[in-house]
């Protein structure tokens, strides 16, 4: 079991940028891939970034373009989303999630935390 818990989301402006984080419990946070997925009002759940157990690969939806970066320190059990250069459609419920391969479905994915609102305004 991996509880994980997301925060450091808000309200930005439009350009603006956020980090969210991501802690888990357990001592086992190194044996899994995370992924952070958005979900806006009214929309399924949508990839957004993945990084490896290891930190040593990442792979990222095709809307993030260059703005986004995941990142992870496996020795405090954390793994980072860096938001730069936000737009309105930007705006949603960002989620963590724990799973056993770097992947961009959620159905791959195990453990997920309860949510961090990210709202851009223009």
């Known amino acids: 079991q991996v509880d994980l818990v997301e925060s450091g989301g808000g309200l930005v402006q439009v350009r603006g940028s956020l980090r969210l984080s991501c802690v888990a419990s357990?001592?086992?946070?190194?044996?899994?891939?995370m992924g952070w997925f958005r979900q806006a009002p009214g929309q399924e759940r949508e990839f957004v970034g993945a990084?490896?157990?290891?930190?040593?690969?990442?792979n990222y939806a095709h809307f993030v373009q260059g703005r986004f970066t995941v990142s992870r320190d496996n020795a405090k059990s954390t793994v980072y989303l860096q938001m730069n250069s936000l737009t309105p459609e930007d705006t949603a419920v960002y989620y963590c999630?724990?799973?056993?391969?770097?992947?961009?479905?959620?159905?791959?994915?195990?453990?997920w935390g309860q949510g961090t609102q990210v709202t851009v305004s223009s």
């Open positions: 990084i490896r157990k290891d930190g040593g690969l990442t």
């Open positions: 357990g001592r086992t946070f190194s044996t899994y891939a």
């Open positions: 999630g724990a799973g056993f391969k770097l992947s961009s479905r959620t159905d791959d994915y195990r453990y």
